[in-house]
């Protein structure tokens, strides 16, 4: 089994845990609407940024179907918004709240960098570490307000009673 193949394996190993132990059982509902919301941005933006050749990856699952990482499109980058939006610090200040979104960006884009130069599952063409941070930073803000929106959470009063 290639590095490649094996990272694959941990990605979907690792988030497959995560998303089962850090989404409560009383929240699965918001979960898959969360899920299916952000994979429904990610598949189709991922797409467009592939056949627009500004990304290519190399190495991916269904590699005759399709030129986009089914791994991250389909379900790592879904599961991770499951876990940011269910987690979401709605009680503390705009600097923890700006903080938290600054975790999930960069700590995905860090992850994509080292794997960007040190394998084969992604390749830069005419993209960058900036335009990965700008496009998360903006489906992580569309799929909180689409949240928000879709559970009717719409005042801080909402808010709290929500998620306590």
């Known amino acids: 089994m290639s590095l490649e193949h094996m990272i ?10 995560l998303l089962i132990t850090l ?3 009383n929240k699965t509902r918001e979960a898959w ?8 941005m990610t598949w189709s933006t ?9 990304i290519e990856y ?5 590699s ?13 980058y879904p599961a991770f918004c499951v876990i940011f939006n269910l987690h979401f610090p709605n009680k503390k200040s705009m600097l923890i709240k700006s903080l938290y979104y600054a975790a999930f960006v960069f700590g995905l884009v ?24 700008i496009t998360l930073y903006l ?5 909180r307000k689409f949240y928000l929106w879709f559970f009717k959470i719409n005042n801080k009063n909402d808010i709290e009673n929500y998620t306590s």
Do not use: D
Not at 8 to 17: D, F, N, P, R
Not at 33 to 40: D, P, Q, R
Not at 46 to 54: K, Q
Not at 58 to 62: D, I, S, T, Y
């Open 23 to 25: 989404t409560p059982k």
């Open 8 to 17: 694959l394996l941990i990605a979907w190993s690792v988030t497959t845990i």
């Open 58 to 62: 190399p190495v991916r699952l269904f």
């Open 64 to 76: 005759y179907a399709n030129r986009a990482s089914f791994t991250f499109e389909f379900f790592v």
């Open 139 to 143: 489906t992580f803000l569309f799929s």
């Open 33 to 40: 609407v969360i899920f299916l919301f952000k994979k429904m």
């Open 110 to 133: 860090i992850i994509e960098v080292i794997l960007e130069i040190n394998t084969q599952l992604i390749n830069y063409i005419k993209w960058n570490w900036i335009l990965s941070s």
């Open 46 to 54: 991922g797409l467009i940024v592939v056949e627009a050749r500004l």
